[in-house]
């Protein structure tokens, strides 16, 4: 199956074939940036998102390419099922000319208007303003659009968070707040740093209205977030909805997560979110077994080619540093001559 261009691969989502797919293929290509780092063929560092890719599929299949969406630097997940190919999205990493953002961004920073993903952002909290200022444009312009930010439990306790939730409710923005609460902000469980179970009840400091899913759950997802966009289109203004999901792998590459509570990891992967996608589609009868297992090696298969194609892409040279940068010289106000 070829990979289409990213338009493409955005509508491919109306399908369920192509939904797990799609999973099956973050987690691909999640799996595959962690040994290509580990090997040392690429540099820095990364944040992985395999746990959690129920709701990147699940959030693109109910938004539209004119709507736009901010993510994390644990943003791969999003990146690609919004459409983004996996070929762009690895070259972006590997530093290549080709990848999304000219190969100056890196992992935390892809990008693709075309299909609506605004930039990926490292600072914790700093999509959410950029998400409800877009919503700001939509209301203004008269455009039924909608704006959702995607971030982590952690970067609820971040000002930005909060401000963004008070302007969005008392404008009543066309924004989708969506926490992907994945138990951890950065080393620490949340239960450390944050004073509340339910991190969707904040929204009642706003008097805005709050949804719980369980993110593992595609469809679930779906009906939560796709109600909320709904929505927001139609003038009913912001919503904040909270995605349980569960972080597979630890904060960055360099973290082998040792300090989870004994069995958790477990309990949590007992459930994980493609094996129940792959369940549900038999159940459903979109497939049987063997199809599915066909999707898996075809994804596997494609990816593998997609490494192949990246490292043999050409290097981003030095001077794409000097690009797309503003300056002005500099004036002297009431310099003495
Ligand atoms: C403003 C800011 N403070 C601190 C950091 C360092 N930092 C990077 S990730 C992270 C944890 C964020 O946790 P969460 O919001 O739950 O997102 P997750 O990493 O779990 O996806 C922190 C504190 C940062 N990037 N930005
Ligand atoms: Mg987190």
């Not at 493409?8 to 999640?30: F, S």
């Not at 599929?57 to 938004?63: C, D, F, P």
């Not at 994804?299 to 940068?325: K, Q, Y």
Request: proline fraction near 5%.
């Amino acid at each position: 199956m070829s990979q289409g261009t990213a338009l493409q691969r955005r509508a491919a989502l109306a399908d369920p074939v192509r939904r797990y797919e799609r999973m099956m293929e973050i987690r691909t290509v999640e799996d595959t940036i962690n040994e290509l780092f580990a090997s040392g063929a690429i540099h820095g560092t990364t944040h992985l998102c395999q746990g959690q890719e129920a709701v990147a599929v699940g959030l693109a299949s109910v938004t539209r390419p004119d709507d736009v969406v901010t993510a994390t630097y644990r943003g791969h997940g999003v990146a690609l099922a919004l459409g983004m190919t996996p070929l762009a999205l690895l070259a972006e990493i590997m530093g290549k000319m080709e990848g999304c953002a000219g190969g100056v961004g890196g992992s935390m920073h892809m990008s693709d208007p075309e299909i609506g993903l605004l930039p990926t952002f490292a600072i914790v909290g700093a999509g959410l303003p950029v998400a409800a200022g877009a919503a700001l444009a939509f209301q203004t312009r008269g455009e039924q659009r909608a704006a959702i930010a995607v971030f982590g439990d952690g970067a609820t306790n971040i000002g930005a968070f909060h401000e963004s939730l008070n302007l969005a409710a008392i404008w009543k923005l066309p924004v989708v707040f969506v926490i992907d609460n994945n138990v951890y902000g950065e080393y620490c469980r949340w239960n450390l740093t944050t004073p509340l179970e339910n991190l969707h009840q904040r929204a009642a400091s706003y008097a805005m209205p709050a949804s719980v899913v369980d993110g593992m759950d595609l469809d679930a997802v779906r009906g939560t977030v796709g109600a909320a966009v709904e929505r927001a289109r139609e003038g009913g203004g912001p919503t904040l909805v909270e995605a349980k999901t569960y972080r597979f792998a630890g904060h960055s590459r360099s973290d082998p997560a040792p300090y989870r509570p004994e069995g958790e990891f477990e309990s949590w992967r007992s459930r994980d979110p493609v094996a129940l996608a792959a369940r549900e589609l038999v159940r459903a009868g979109h497939a049987d077994e063997s199809g599915v297992q066909s999707i898996d090696e075809a994804v596997r298969a494609r990816i593998a080619a997609a490494v192949v194609r990246a490292v043999a892409l050409p290097a981003t040279g030095v001077e794409a540093m000097f690009r797309n940068v503003w300056t002005e010289p500099l004036r002297a106000v009431g310099t003495v001559r």
